[in-house]
């Protein structure tokens, strides 16, 4: 059972440089997102999309892009990449709005980034 | 916007004991509470979760109490096993808003 897949696992980043982080599923979800998950901290919705073709910012959308051709495929791009952006990074997904009642949120295993 | 507050951060109990960990939120509306469990190298699943029409709901040793008056919510795990060992996030809604999470509660079972 794939659900929702993230790579790479790990990522080592110079300041400045660019990267995409790729997630896929195969539940068939409308709804997908990126978190990203400081020491110690909670999770901080990144970005997120209700369908393909369509994507909104979360809490925390500045200093990355996404985009969601498909239902399966939503990667994250990080352009210039900055200390701050240390961190680890979840793609998950699910059916319907996260707000609503019995509707799980699937995460995938996570994306370690250092940037140095 | 809606907050979540979660305590203790971090919490060790004996095998056999209870945990308890405890949220808070800041949103009147907010009408769901998912809580999700994290692994070592795991990305979080969701565990249990209750609505806001609901004061309690049980799930063999798991169980979530609601209280909207005061609004908070708490998890109880009773009979901790080691596999209960792992973070524990408690998450608050709002209709079709955006889930929020609270910071993390890792939790350590001592043999």
């Known amino acids: 059972n794939a659900g929702v897949t993230q790579t790479p696992k790990f990522r080592i980043l110079k300041i400045g440089q660019s990267m995409t982080l790729q997630c896929t599923q195969d539940m068939n979800h409308n709804y997908m997102y990126w978190y990203r998950q400081d020491p110690g901290m909670g999770l901080k919705l990144i970005y997120y999309s209700v369908g393909a073709g369509i994507t909104d910012k979360g809490e925390v959308p500045n200093g990355y892009n996404v985009s969601r051709s498909t239902t399966e495929d939503f990667p994250l791009r990080l352009e210039l990449a900055a200390p701050s952006q240390t961190s680890v990074y979840f793609c998950a997904s699910s059916y319907s709005s996260q707000g609503s009642f019995g509707n799980t949120i699937y995460f995938g295993e996570g994306s370690w980034l250092t940037v140095v | ?111």
């Open chain 2, 1 to 111: 916007g809606e907050n979540v507050e979660q305590h203790p951060s971090t919490l060790s109990v004996q095998e056999g004991d209870s945990a308890v960990i405890k949220c808070t939120y800041s949103d009147s509306a907010s009408n769901y509470f998912p809580w999700y469990k994290q692994e070592l190298g795991k990305g979080p699943q969701l565990i249990i979760d209750i609505r806001s029409n609901v004061g309690e709901k049980k799930d063999q040793r798991i169980a979530v109490t609601l209280n909207k008056t005061a609004k908070h919510f708490s998890l109880h795990i009773t009979e901790t096993q080691p596999e209960d060992s792992a973070v524990y996030f408690c998450a608050a809604s709002g209709g079709a808003s955006k889930i929020i999470f609270g910071s993390g509660t890792r939790l350590s079972i001592r043999p």
